[in-house]
């Protein structure tokens, strides 16, 4: 007698633990009546038991300290990539100084023009601001690209940008005087300008 | 979330920020199942330590590709199997067993060879039992190998046997069903 394939179906499905109990049932009571299924299953059965007695085993002596042996050297690049991973946050702040700063390198080459904040009060001559005896600027004055003479009186902070500052020994300036020629002084004087606007933006 | 899990994910975390150290710790944890997955697979002790080994360098180098979604021993898993079943089809095609021997006149291999089939007293005595079983498992295509060996060797659910193929459920099923009776073939009148 063929058993319908159904049985065997059936069985495996026993095996993988998901019969319903009327299968189950159904199952039974045909293995019962069957000799050619009911050694079947038995077989099914053994050969499972085999496999589970096979499952015994361990990994070969000093095997951990082996892999450890082979891991790769860490690079730099893997390192600070896990690092990066790792802290995003920091690694956008980072990011943000670096594109803030190299801008602020890359606009240092740009704007060669000769420029000075204050008209009042200043005779221009030759890239030269001059603030003449006995006149009083009142206010910062930024000189980009020029010098700057002082025979007079400056109410306030004077900044040189690529440029000099000579002082005529009657000149008065009232605040801080700044001379700024190199890169990265331009970079800390954009720094400081964007933080004061900041702070004074928010008070 | 029970102890365990909670020491693995710290581990896992720290390997991540970089301490290799501690991917000892996940090494030791996990090295006789990945073994013995590669055992089985493989069929030599050779090979399958040398693959055991890979999978856990592979997995330590891209640690940042692991979702912690999935169980760690999941991931584990799926990488040894992957590399496993590359490994099988790399190698060269198996003479055929039955192939005519050169110079032999109709006499096939399997005749010179002497008898692998064990006697069902001999096959009870352990050694014997477990190379028969390995020499079963071996015959099977690689796909029914696969979910026989994560499933009785590993001890696996059927569900994340699925996770670790990538396959559904129902095709588990029916590679298990398959293979089971294959080996049935092969093993069932010991």
């Not at chain 2, 079943?85 to 006499?107: A, Q």
């Not at chain 2, 099977?140 to 009785?152: A, G, M, Q």
Request: glycine share 6%.
């Amino acid at each position: 007698m063929k058993c319908p394939n159904e049985m065997i179906s059936l069985m495996h499905h026993y095996l993988d633990g998901d019969l319903r109990p009327e299968e189950e049932q159904r199952l039974k009571e045909h293995l019962r009546s069957c000799a050619a299924c009911a050694a079947h299953f038995h077989e099914l059965k053994k050969t499972v038991a085999f496999l589970q007695y096979a499952a015994h085993l361990t990994a070969p002596p000093a095997f951990t300290t082996k892999v450890m042996k082979m891991m790769p050297k860490e690079k730099k690049s893997a390192r600070l990539r896990r690092w990066m991973h790792g802290h995003p946050l920091l690694t956008a702040a980072s990011l943000f100084v670096l594109l803030t700063v190299g801008s602020f390198a890359s606009s240092w080459g740009e704007n060669g023009a000769f420029s000075v904040s204050a008209d009042e009060h200043v005779i221009i001559r030759d890239h030269t601001v001059i603030v003449p005896k006995g006149e009083t600027v009142k206010g910062d004055i930024v000189v980009r690209n020029g010098s700057i003479r002082i025979e007079g009186t400056v109410d306030g902070n004077v900044t040189v940008i690529h440029g000099k500052k000579y002082m005529a020994s009657a000149g008065q300036v009232t605040g801080e005087i700044e001379e700024i020629n190199q890169v990265f002084e331009w970079i800390w004087y954009n720094i400081k300008e964007k933080v004061n606007h900041a702070l004074q933006s928010l008070e | 979330m029970d102890f365990m899990d909670l020491f693995i994910k710290k581990r896992i975390r720290a390997v991540q920020k970089g301490d290799q150290n501690a991917y000892a710790d996940l090494v030791d944890l996990y090295k006789d199942k990945i073994y013995r997955l590669c055992y089985r697979m493989l069929g030599n002790q050779h090979e399958a330590e040398d693959a055991a080994q890979e999978a856990f360098i592979r997995a330590y180098v891209h640690i940042n590709t692991y979702n912690p979604d999935m169980k760690f021993s999941t991931w584990l898993y799926r990488i040894a199997t992957n590399l496993t079943i590359d490994r099988l089809r790399k190698r060269k095609p198996d003479v055929y067993l039955d192939e005519e021997v050169n110079g032999t006149d109709g006499l096939t291999m399997q005749a010179q060879l002497p008898s692998r089939e064990a006697s069902p007293e001999e096959a009870v005595e352990s050694l014997e039992l477990q190379e028969t079983v390995q020499r079963a498992i071996e015959r099977l295509p690689e796909k029914y190998r696969s979910v026989i060996v994560l499933k009785y060797i590993e001890d696996l659910s059927l569900q994340e046997i699925s996770d670790i193929l990538g396959l559904p459920v129902g095709t588990v099923k029916t590679r298990l069903h398959r293979g089971r009776e294959a080996l049935r073939k092969q093993l069932g009148h010991l």
